[in-house]
């Protein structure tokens, strides 16, 4: 009995057909459903990176004092627009450099490895479905967190300022990666279902639900919310930008960040010296 308790337990993968047929997990089902936990993994560190460069060329331009001079040329909001759509052009010539250097990665190394020649991650890379998605959630994920970032350095005057601030920040979005496996597991489970309608998850999670893949109304659903969350998002950091971008001393406190927020645009907060 007790060597019977003993023995381990082996499981066989099975899948049901759409005439209700049960049928072997082959190789490129399993790699089709593990394939978006790579373009999430890619999509955050895309999106992290081409953001960060935004925060770290805005705090250097203000320590330096060139943002004075260019600010003497252009608006505030014209100088954030940009920044912005310069660091995103930036942001696709990277992205379309990883996804050469995955293509061709994905067509010779499993040669290189012997592995077996059903196993075809060529497909998967050229999936136009999976690359159309994560070029489109690279945009909206970036200009989310973009706005965020600018309005970050725009009121640090180092880049150690800005590293104390981004902290918290970076605590916080290392949970789309956490839940990677459990959403590649069940892509359209509860969990993975409610996240996809928080906006600074959104891109991460729906593009790890691909291989589900969710309805059309989940599509359209959570990118209205990710849309109406950007702009909202946008028009805060360039209130905070406009303001913060010349400001210089001791960084603002959260409560003189909210005036910012609620002055009327064309006037600027005046900081209260203690």
């Known amino acids: 009995m007790a060597r019977w308790i003993q023995e381990p337990i082996g499981f066989e993968a099975r899948k049901v057909s759409e005439t209700g047929e049960e049928q072997e997990v082959e190789e490129r089902d399993l790699l089709r459903q593990w394939a ?13 990176t081409t953001s960060q460069m935004l925060l770290t060329n805005t705090v250097e331009e203000k320590s330096n004092r060139i943002i004075e001079v ?3 040329s252009v608006s505030p909001i014209q100088l954030l627009a940009g920044k912005i759509g310069g660091i995103a052009a ?10 050469l250097m995955f293509f ?4 010779y190394l499993p040669a290189l490895l012997d592995a077996p020649a059903s196993l075809d991650l060529t497909a998967m890379a050229t999936d136009p479905f999976y690359v159309g998605s994560f070029i489109a959630y690279f945009l909206l994920g970036y ?3 973009s706005a965020i970032l600018v309005a970050l350095g725009s009121v640090c005057n180092t880049l150690k300022e800005a590293q104390n601030l981004m902290g918290p920040v970076t605590l916080f979005l290392i949970l789309p990666l956490l839940a990677m496996v459990p959403i590649g597991q069940d ?17 991460f999670v729906m593009m790890n639900r691909a291989a589900g893949p969710p309805s059309t109304f989940e599509y359209v659903a959570t990118t209205i919310l990710l849309v109406a969350a ?9 209130k905070i930008f406009r303001i913060g971008i010349l400001l210089t001393g001791k960084p603002p406190k959260l409560r003189e960040i909210l005036r910012w927020l ?5 006037t600027v907060a005046v900081r209260k010296e203690a």
């Open 36 to 48: 978006p936990v790579v373009f999430v993994y890619l999509l955050w560190i895309s999106v992290f």
């Open 70 to 72: 260019l600010l003497s």
């Open 90 to 99: 930036t942001g696709l010539t990277i992205v379309s450099s990883w996804m």
């Open 104 to 107: 061709f990665g994905t067509k």
């Open 143 to 145: 200009l989310f967190y």
């Open 187 to 203: 892509p359209n489970g509860a969990l993975a279902q409610a996240l996809s309608y928080f906006p600074p998850f959104t891109p």
């Open 230 to 238: 950007i702009w909202a998002v946008l028009w805060m950091g360039a």
């Open 262 to 266: 609620r002055a009327p645009v064309g």
